[in-house]
């Protein structure tokens, strides 16, 4: 009791005279957050269409590697199949880069004006503080996650690349 009467006492701007400065710092990680989920998209949609040019060319490819009798040499089967798998393991991967997350905001808008609006505004913005924190650490793992899937299309899309190119060199005698 003796402690919330000293708190009353000391006004809620002595006992949070960082509140700003903290505040500032989670509001700029959430947005840097937010970014991340941005570029992390951008990459997995370049992936993905990258991935669908390879398999466009690996395709056309099969086509133009046919022999005087109609049949594709031997090497060329086998290695489309891979190319073409590995293509739609990426659409997979993308797929799950993609799908909706259910991100976690702080304070939803409308209960932050319900709430909050006839609070002291310190006590509101350590709330609020609070609040942020929790839900940037759950957006971290969902982050990670749509990290590792975008990751897994960039190893996936070389080496459907590193396929494309052994049927060339395969057809061309480089190797």
Do not use: H
């Amino acid at each position: 009791m003796r402690q919330i009467c000293r708190e009353k006492m000391m006004g809620s701007s002595e006992k949070y005279r960082s509140l700003q400065l903290v505040f500032d710092e989670i509001k700029g990680r959430i947005a840097a957050q937010d970014a991340q989920i941005t570029a992390l998209d951008g990459k997995a949609t370049a992936g993905f269409g990258s991935a669908t040019l390879l398999a466009a060319v690996g395709s056309l490819q099969q086509l133009t590697s046919r022999s005087g009798n109609g049949r594709s040499e031997p090497f060329v089967v086998p290695l489309s199949v891979v190319g073409f798998t590995l293509y739609l393991v990426i659409v997979f991967a993308t797929f799950m880069a993609y799908r909706p997350r259910d991100y976690n905001r702080a304070v939803e808008p409308k209960k932050l004006r319900d709430e909050y609006l006839s609070e002291d505004e310190d006590v509101m913005r350590k709330n609020l503080v609070d609040a942020m924190v929790i839900a940037y650490e759950k957006n971290v793992g969902l982050i990670k996650d749509k990290a590792n899937w975008t990751n897994a299309i960039v190893c996936l899309l070389l080496i459907q690349a590193v396929v494309v190119v052994t049927i060339y060199a395969r057809q061309y005698g480089l190797l």
